[in-house]
């Protein structure tokens, strides 16, 4: 019998809509400097508007997800997009911290109808069940395929232009993501079961079992540390690092100053995680996941401490970049599969959706108290530590879940 093949149109698509969205995504914190340069403002206040943009995004989520389920995934998609870009532009035009901080609202809803929620969930139902572990982490990966050049391109743009022209720049290429939508058919592949369930009988079975609520928490601390290293690595090793060594190793490929340093560690994260969600995504078509998940997360507890506690210097932030980035979205083909697995196929969008929003709630706290935390000591290195923590509880709290098929869908 032939083996189903694992790219197909569906993940191809899939991926080069991940991409690009993540890409502009992950630029945010290379901003951090110039706009708050621009206008003086306080680390906190643009940090908010992020923070803010990573809890609609988490609200967003869910909606997206039912929206994809009720009316179809492309409509969702092109809603999701036409909103990226219109909150881009918005965003370029704001002069107030308030003004950004509402902006922000689209593009987090933005990001939501173009991110994992409504992708994963169209690969998923587009995958054989033996291709499924594989084929979200290679569509995860896709996302930090833009992070290698979503930080470096915001760098390079900000040579040449203004931040407010970047991000209109962002909002076409946002638009243009959509050439791929065409391809984005995938069949509705789910049991009878699930296909004469409504969306309430399965969300109030999930919301009864103990192993949903603690998936919901699990995915805390990675919305946490993510978020608060994209927004603000740039900006702390920009600020806190050693010097670079003129005519040395890292002068002498073109990283000249820490604001560079700090856009490159961000790409040497994307590259790593890419690796690291494909690997991820093929061992959890081998071994439980919940136990790859705990992994995961004592992992990056152990990285985060000694990150900490050893002297900044450029060959420490490539290498923790390094590290990290093995371990950045792996968590992600692990979660989302383990929702697909226990819950079904038919509501993937809205379960992972809800479950996401545990992950942006995370980002939120996490990017805000980078910005007031810093306004208030002047460093990063509490709200480093409270990473740490929360990431040792996800790791303990994934050991209890029950990682078998829901009953009523056997």
């Not at 869910?62 to 219109?86: C, H, M, N, Q, S």
Request: hydrophobic share 55%; glycine share 12%; charged share 10%.
């Amino acid at each position: 019998m032939t083996r189903a093949p694992v790219f197909t149109p569906v993940l191809i698509a899939g991926c080069v809509i991940l991409m690009l969205s993540f890409a502009i995504r992950a630029s945010f914190g290379v901003f951090q400097i110039p706009v708050a340069d621009t206008f003086g403002w306080a680390r906190a206040e643009f940090s908010l508007a992020i923070a803010i943009q990573n809890l609609a995004w988490g609200i967003g989520q869910p909606i997206f997800g039912a929206l994809a389920e009720r009316f179809g995934d492309r409509k969702a998609i092109i809603a999701g997009a036409v909103t990226y870009a219109a909150g881009l532009v918005l965003s370029a035009t704001a002069t107030t911290p308030f003004q950004m901080q509402a902006w922000e609202v689209l593009v987090g809803f933005g990001i939501a109808g173009t991110g994992f929620g409504v992708i994963l969930a169209v690969v998923g139902r587009a995958s054989s069940p033996q291709n499924r572990s594989m084929a979200l982490g290679i569509a995860t990966a896709a996302g930090s395929a833009g992070q290698i050049i979503g930080a470096p391109m915001a760098e390079l743009l900000l040579g040449r232009m203004d931040w407010p022209m970047v991000f209109v720049v962002f909002a076409g290429v946002v638009l243009v993501s959509l050439l791929a939508l065409p391809f984005m058919r995938a069949p509705a592949l789910a049991s009878r079961t699930e296909l004469e369930e409504s969306m309430g009988q399965v969300l109030s079975r999930a919301f009864r079992d103990p192993t949903f609520a603690m998936i919901f928490l699990g995915f805390f601390s990675c919305g946490y540390q993510l978020a608060f290293i994209t927004a603000h690595f740039p900006a702390f090793i920009a600020e806190f690092c050693g010097p670079l060594h003129p005519g040395g190793l890292l002068t002498g490929v073109g990283i000249a100053t820490t604001s560079a340093l700090g856009a490159v560690s961000i790409a040497v994260i994307g590259v790593f995680n890419i690796m690291g969600t494909i690997t991820a995504g093929w061992l959890g078509a081998h071994y439980p996941r919940k136990y790859l998940l705990f992994g995961i997360y004592v992992a990056r507890t152990i990285v985060g401490a000694w990150f900490i506690l050893t002297p900044m210097t450029p060959p420490t932030v490539l290498l923790f970049s390094a590290l990290m980035g093995t371990l950045w979205l792996a968590t992600v083909p692990l979660t989302s599969g383990l929702v697909a697995h226990i819950y079904g196929l038919r509501y993937m969008g809205t379960l992972y959706g809800i479950v996401f929003f545990s992950h942006q709630l995370g980002g939120f706290l996490g990017v805000w108290l980078g910005g007031a935390l810093y306004d208030l000591y002047g460093n990063y290195t509490l709200v480093w530590w409270i990473g740490v923590g929360v990431g040792a509880f996800s790791a303990l709290i994934h050991l209890p879940i029950r990682e078998r098929r829901d009953v009523a869908l056997a």
